[in-house]
């Protein structure tokens, strides 16, 4: 089966950093994202990757290493709009998307 | 980023009618189409896949004579859910796709059947 494991939830401190990992195993590999969403809010766009290595976007960083089946999504400088769910998502050998349960993150001042 | 239009964002409806929920590509044309289902604290759980032009491909234990799929624009998709019961309350999310890389996604619409 194709399942995607994640924290259920974490906790932070403003202006701390977090780290949030995602491993996987699905039936093929044609990228992993990263989302961000808000309760009760579709999904937003965070980061894609596809190729092994990190993909900096401003406070927000996304690794990936396919042969270890393993992601991590690193936010910096925490904010407390940055309290939300993450979702870490693959896409398949048919570029479905396989869902993770997401991570509740939870930020304190 | 590409739009995606969901809507309506919210609606409540009587139990036994049924609802249909609408998702637009604003400014790009949409050859797939996804729609959700998200119940509360629990992931998106993808119920079908919607291509311009054909039947839709649903998720294993998701009744396509409840949840009718139309995809007959590259920019309009659309769920209707039938005969509505409580179970189905539920928050309905569609995103499109017009490559292989992010899928974007509506606003979302929280259904309650009462």
């Known amino acids: 089966g194709q399942n995607i494991d994640q924290p259920t939830e974490m906790t932070a401190t403003e202006g701390a950093i977090v780290q949030i990992n995602c491993t996987y195993q699905?039936?093929?590999?044609?990228?992993l994202f990263w989302y961000q969403q808000h309760a009760g809010e579709a999904p937003t766009f965070l980061s894609y990757?596809?190729l092994d290595g990190l993909e900096e976007k401003g406070r927000f960083s996304s690794f990936l290493s396919r042969s270890k089946g393993y992601s991590y999504l690193l936010l910096k400088e925490l904010q407390m709009k940055d309290s939300a769910s993450y979702l870490c998502?693959?896409?398949?050998?048919?570029?479905?998307?396989?869902w993770g349960a997401g991570t509740k993150l939870i930020i304190k001042p | 980023g590409a739009v995606v239009s969901q809507h309506p964002s919210w609606v409540i409806c009587k139990s036994g009618t049924s609802v249909k929920i609408e998702c637009r590509s604003l400014?790009?044309?949409?050859?797939?189409m996804f729609w959700y289902r998200q119940f509360p604290k629990q992931s998106l759980m993808l119920m079908a896949t919607?291509?311009?032009?054909?039947?839709?491909?649903?998720e294993q234990g998701v009744e396509k004579d409840k949840f009718l799929i139309n995809h007959a624009s590259l920019t309009l998709s659309t769920l209707t859910v039938t005969s509505a019961h409580p179970e189905d309350s539920s928050f309905y999310i569609c995103?499109?796709?017009?490559?292989?890389?992010?899928?974007?996604f509506g606003q979302g619409t929280r259904l309650t059947v009462v």
């Open positions: 699905t039936s093929g590999f044609n990228g």
């Open positions: 995103s499109a796709s017009f490559s292989h890389t992010e899928a974007f």
């Open positions: 919607s291509n311009e032009g054909s039947k839709a491909t649903y």
């Open positions: 998502a693959v896409k398949d050998s048919n570029y479905q998307l396989i």
């Open positions: 990757n596809v």
């Open positions: 400014d790009f044309q949409a050859t797939t």
